[in-house]
Structures are given as C-alpha cells and as structure tokens.
C-alpha cells in the first residue's frame, strides 16, 4: 500500500530558532498533501494544503509567514516552523492524497513531535 | 465537525468483548467516511472507509454502519484486542462544492483490559 515516510519523529529546539519537519510519498506521486497539527488528547486540525508546484492554502488562523510549507516536487512537502516558540510545541502529521480509480485515499505520516524550549 | 479542544471520551472494555465506537457527523452532504486508528505517538492508520450510498460495510473484525438520517457513524470491533487500544477517530469528506478533505470528528480513546 501506499507509504508516507516524515521526518524526523522527534525534534527539540531552542526558542526563536526554525525547524523543517519533511513528509515524502514514497511509492507514489502527490499532487496535493497535508500538513495536520495535533495537541495531546485533541482531533488532528488541518493546518493547510500544499499543493505542488504553487502556494499552499492555509485554513483560517494558520500564520503563513510562521509555517512556511514548500512543495517542490511531486513527493516531497516541507513545514518549516520558523522562530519557533513554546507554544508551537505540538504533534506534527502530514497525509498525502492517491488517487486511486477515480477515488481519493489519504495516507498518513508517522508525525513529529516538536518540543520548543 | 464535532468540537475540538474537549478531552477525548473514553471507551473501556474487556478483551474479547466487542466494542462500538460512534460519531457523529456535521455535514449532511457529506459523501464519504472514514474511520481511522491512531496509535500513541503514531500518524492515524486507515481502518474502514464507508460511502453514502450504503449503510454497512463489513471488513476483517470491523463492521462500519452509516445512518444518515441522523448523520451518526459507528465503528464496531468484534472480540476487541489489547491491540485494539488506541483513539479512533471519524473523518467525512465530500459534501457542497466537493472538498475532499478530511475533517476529522473528536475522537475516542478505546481501552482494552487484558
């Protein structure tokens, strides 16, 4: 089945620094993936929509200029969490939608934790 | 979607015993379901995956029913497993102007009791 590989699983940084989480689809191509965020004991929220080869789509309340995402090729997407603080201290998923006869499956990354101290 | 920002309700049950999970969905044009199983620490697995023009589906150990009249979904697990214990989530996508994206519902955590 289809994979999704993100990394890393687990990130600590420094206040006021930038970390870059990547999602790649493995054995397949995605046109569009997903960047998902996620607070203990909380439903996944959609954080935006990254499309290759043009800007994401960012949901309402998301800073576009503090989750940088890049989708530079058809497997590959990035978040970048830039000047980064405690409370973007969360768990990180990114899902990667296959098209399949016609219907539409979303496969999931493993996530990463990233702890701001 | 249901409300996030609330703990996750609990489901306790002992092994072999069989589990029903429900949810409720919001969005009454919504054409498609999905149940996922999130492991701790883990991205959500894809469980079972129901669309709008049936009322059950079937799969290995799991059983998916959609009433749509009430716009209520259940997941049932027969003879539950400890590794069955995880948080199930609910997603509906579809719906007017046809985004398919999933929008996840609150949540269960199911605890399995050896």
């Known amino acids: 089945g289809a994979v999704v590989s993100q990394h890393p699983s687990r990130v600590i940084c420094k206040s006021g620094t930038s970390v870059k989480i990547e999602c790649r689809s493995l054995?397949?191509?995605?046109?569009?993936m997903f960047w998902y965020r996620q607070f203990p004991k909380q439903s996944l929220m959609l954080m935006a929509t990254?499309?290759?080869?043009?800007?994401?789509?960012?949901e309402q309340g998301v800073e576009k200029d503090k989750f940088l995402i890049n989708h530079a090729s058809l497997t590959l997407s990035t978040l970048t969490v830039t000047s980064a603080h405690p409370e973007d201290s969360s768990f990180y998923i990114c899902?990667?939608?296959?098209?399949?006869?016609?219907?539409?499956?979303?496969?999931f990354g493993s996530g990463t934790r990233l702890t701001v101290v | 979607g249901e409300s996030v920002g609330l703990h996750l309700p609990t489901l306790s049950v002992q092994e072999g015993d069989n589990s029903i999970i429900n949810c409720a969905y919001s969005?009454?044009?919504?054409?498609?379901f999905i149940w996922y199983k999130q492991e701790s620490g883990k991205g959500p697995q894809f469980i079972i995956d129901?669309?709008?023009?049936?009322d059950k589906r079937q799969g290995q150990r799991v059983t998916v029913l959609l009433n749509k009249t009430v716009k209520h979904l259940s997941l049932q697990i027969a003879a539950t497993q400890p590794g069955d214990s995880a948080v199930y989530f609910c997603?509906?996508?579809?719906?007017?102007?046809?985004?398919?994206?999933?929008?996840f519902g609150r949540g269960t955590s199911l605890i399995v009791h050896p």
């Open positions: 899902s990667a939608r296959d098209e399949v006869g016609g219907f539409y499956g979303y496969t």
């Open positions: 997603a509906e996508e579809g719906g007017a102007g046809g985004s398919y994206i999933p929008t």
């Open positions: 054995d397949f191509q995605a046109t569009t």
């Open positions: 990254s499309n290759e080869g043009s800007k994401a789509t960012y």
């Open positions: 969005n009454s044009a919504s054409d498609y």
């Open positions: 129901i669309r709008s023009n049936m």
